[in-house]
């Protein structure tokens, strides 16, 4: 099997990032670039050096109207929603010509574009707390059903744990647990907003404001939304996000890729 290179990858989910954004705008959806797309934009204008993904955050109403638009999506793409198969609370436009797998994931998807869901913060910081600890302990037991470790002696352990997992509980129905949690407030009616159903930031918020009038930044060439308070939700997520992290801390996804036969 042909694997695309570290390069290819990058020019495939460029491209993808610009269909989502003209399917966005046809059907009159807000997003902002998110987490390490939008500190690429501001750092690098365009990918991180180490990186090879991209996110985007749609205000949950926009995300609602998106999925229910899915059956439109542009000619060799499709939006991927929480299932079996992408068990997770958020959504993925995916090229449906191109494969890939994470080294750290069972599962083999479609090349993607994550779209996570913004959803309001309790603007009670306490509230807040509550709300993060109870979505990163549901994580944390629908991830040990759909990890899988580099070390070939935990392979060995954790293979069989994780069916005797599956066969108790899916890793479905945490997630699906998640995404309730994470619409209990309702988008608007607090100051702040994020993706609860995922970051792992406790700390990462953007101003909700910021969605009644998105800023453009330049990524790879081409400007696309972001919010306008951006300065304010990288360091909220990052502290100092122009100083580079150390070398160790330079890590991708370790994606594999590479076109579907036929």
Request: net charge negative; glycine share 4%.
């Amino acid at each position: 099997m042909k694997y695309l290179t570290d390069t290819e990858i990058k020019q495939e989910l460029f491209n993808l990032l610009c269909s989502f954004d003209s399917f966005a705008s046809k059907i009159d959806v807000r997003y902002t670039l998110l987490g390490g797309t939008l500190l690429g934009a501001v750092r690098h204008k365009g990918f991180i050096p180490w990186d090879d993904d991209i996110d985007v955050g749609v205000p949950r109403p926009d995300y609602n109207k998106l999925i229910a638009h899915a059956h439109e999506a542009p000619k060799g793409t499709f939006i991927s929603t929480l299932n079996e198969q992408m068990p997770f609370p958020f959504c993925k436009y995916c090229n449906e010509t191109i494969l890939c797998q994470e080294e750290f994931s069972a599962l083999q998807q479609s090349l993607w574009v994550d779209v996570f869901p913004l959803d309001a913060m309790p603007d009670d910081n306490e509230l807040w707390k509550v709300q993060f600890s109870q979505v990163q302990k549901l994580k944390a037991k629908a991830g040990l059903r759909i990890s899988v470790p580099t070390n070939p002696v935990k392979k060995v352990v954790v293979k069989p744990v994780s069916a005797l997992l599956n066969a108790i509980k899916q890793p479905l129905a945490f997630y699906k647990e998640i995404d309730v949690i994470a619409q209990k407030y309702e988008f608007g009616s607090t100051r702040r907003c994020r993706d609860t159903s995922w970051n792992w930031s406790p700390t990462n918020y953007f101003l909700t404001e910021d969605f009644e009038d998105l800023t453009e930044i330049e990524f790879c060439g081409r400007r696309f939304p972001a919010v306008s308070h951006w300065d304010e939700t990288l360091t909220s997520m990052y502290g100092n996000y122009t100083v580079l992290p150390p070398i160790a801390k330079r890590e991708s996804h370790k994606l594999k890729a590479w076109y579907k036969e036929g």
